[in-house]
């Protein structure tokens, strides 16, 4: 299975990629973890890739697509792949059609009402780390350990507005798919597993 996510943030496409990864034993590709073990690992890539995140630019998509390439040629990749936030363009999506045959680019959908209203009540605690809900809170902390939580500042509604904008699903690479007669799209439900039915009904299609 070699399976390109696409979705807007805040619609639950990382957490369905985790499930989409364990149900169906093929690894959950993320581009932000790829660009960080590089640069971790100190690569040859993540050195390139250091010295424009350190100066606050972008990375150049020339070394993006690089990175990607590289990742999708390694052995963890050979039987397969979901790849979550890569391509964000046309540009990148004709790369990525030089580097692997895509079986399936899968679109999960949601309102950005919707959106905004799960991320703004989203909520950190200070003490364990834990990402919650104000409806899990208990007396208003961590339900797990009962410290102070707070709400991050990319949680906040007027940032989450922008932050939609600038990372919506292009047009044309929806239609780029749908010319390649791979595109299916779902709508994000309020429950995981309800979700993930949804999901799967297309992964059997492939």
Known sequence: MRLVLLGPVGSGKGTQAKLISERYNVPHISTGEIFRWNIQNNTELGQQAKKFVDAGELVPEELTIKIVEDKLASEECKNGFILDGFPRNLV?????????????????????EEI???LSSRRMCRACGNSTSVDWLVDGKCEKCG??????????????????????????VVEF??????????????????TYKLVDEVLKTI
């Open 116 to 118: 905004i209203k799960r």
């Open 147 to 172: 410290a102070e939580v707070y709400i991050r500042d990319d949680d906040k509604p007027e940032v989450i507005k922008n932050r939609l904008k600038k990372q919506a699903v292009p047009q044309d």
């Open 177 to 194: 798919y749908k010319n390649k007669n791979v595109f299916s799209a779902i709508h994000a439900t309020d429950e995981i597993e309800k």
């Open 92 to 112: 990148q999506a004709k790369a990525l059609e030089k580097m692997a045959t895509i079986d399936k680019a899968l679109l999960i959908d949601l309102e950005e």
